[in-house]
């Protein structure tokens, strides 16, 4: 965990942290999960590496996405590193309006109901079902953009059919609650749970016990909507809390739904792929008898290179401005009181030397600076630079030239001497921005 730095707990279980974080490498922000594998059964361990597994594998827009894991020795925790979503949770949301008596506005409803089904597709369609699909594991972000989370109990459903019986009572299919075999159609149920809690504040079956609660769910009855809402959405809620799990649509149905069509063309800045960019299903993680051996296992960090690129070019034109201002702030004043003049000629060589070598520092550092800005770079582009540099320096000493010609400068020869070396050990600092640089590329 050295690499991060914690800011807020987020949430915790029995055996799991989640923490607001920063990373260093790249000053993000970042959700991470801290599984305290010692206290785990060997079944409890394979699910949250299978939840590593999950999440590295599915590459959506619409589910939260994966960006490292790893096994810390000195907690002995497996450290699961997220997309961290600004807005919270659905669950916080709901009540949040509940407290108020504010309900929401459809068109808000509509927006996060069609990014779940596109972000259940992206899980059905490499044959993993969520199997927890409830408000508190759709997370929010200040865009307007929702996703899926928490795959802690997802499951890849190899014949399409999943027998353990596992999710929120509340939000849990008639056949899981008859402990029957159930597929991606189960997911569809939780769904249409969560879409009526959205639009009521609470969800479609509620009871004072367990018996009361599975002989509400399995009669499938629930209090209609509100007149304040639109007939569609209360069709589709229709459409997905149907006891048959035959008589439920498949997310590309429902996609395909006209009604949910016109939805679609309205927020066209959800409409992209919702497929997968890599059908692709990464293996089954073994658990290793020696945990410390762990992380080399597991996927391999999948951050936004772009970002860090970004971060490095900034964090290299930073230590370069803050150098060319410590040099000017260092350079001693010149002092022309009580000078021989006889040394002028000598000194004002030197005050060239010490404007040019100042000069062609600050050149430098803007070539380190295009070097890092602009890529691919190629033999055109660096001549051109090398004749901007040229001309730079030309431009320069012609001004220097000028300003001697008008008016000599008389420099106290000991200050002439120490800014002498304030340049040198400026040449040193430049030399070391020059190789973080090449280590960069």
Known sequence: MNGFEKLSKLGEGAYSTVLKVRRYADGNIYALKKVKLSKLSEKEKLNALNEVRILASVKSNFVISYKEAFFDERESCLGIVMEYADKGDLYQKITENKKTALLFDEIDIWRILIQCIKGLKSLHDLKILHRDMKSANV???????????????????????????????????????????????????????????????????????????????????????????????????????????????????????????????????????????????????????????????????????????????????????????????????????????????????NIIKNKLSLKDKKIELKKIEITNNIKPINNNLISENKKENNDIKDNLAKKDEKILEKKPVLLNEDNVQKNEQILKNENKEIKKIEIINNDKK
């Open 139 to 349: 997370f929010l972000f200040s865009d307007g953009s929702a996703k899926l989370g928490d795959l802690n109990v997802s499951k890849v459903a190899r014949k399409g059919l999943g027998y353990t019986q596992t999710g929120t009572p509340y939000y849990a299919s008639p056949e899981v609650w008859k402990d029957q075999p159930y597929d991606n159609k189960s997911d569809i149920w939780s769904l249409g749970c969560v879409l009526y809690e959205m639009i009521t504040l609470h969800p479609p079956f509620r009871a004072e016990n367990m018996e009361g609660l599975y002989n509400k769910v399995i009669r499938g009855q629930y209090k209609k909507i509100s007149n304040k809402f639109s007939q569609d959405l209360a069709e589709i809620v229709g459409l997905l809390i149907q006891v048959d799990p035959n008589n439920r649509p498949s997310c590309d149905e429902l996609l395909n739904n006209p009604i949910i069509r016109k939805r679609i063309e309205y927020f066209k800045a959800f409409a992209g792929d919702e497929d997968n960019e890599d059908l692709a299903l990464l293996k089954t993680i073994n658990i290793p008898k020696n945990l410390l051996f762990l992380t080399d296992k597991l996927p391999q960090p999948n951050y936004d290179k772009k970002k860090n690129n970004n971060n490095t070019n900034n964090s290299l034109k930073t230590s370069a401005n803050t150098l060319i201002l410590s040099t000017q702030k260092q350079l001693l004043p010149l002092n022309i009181n009580n000078i021989d003049n006889t040394k002028n000629t000598n000194q004002n060589s």
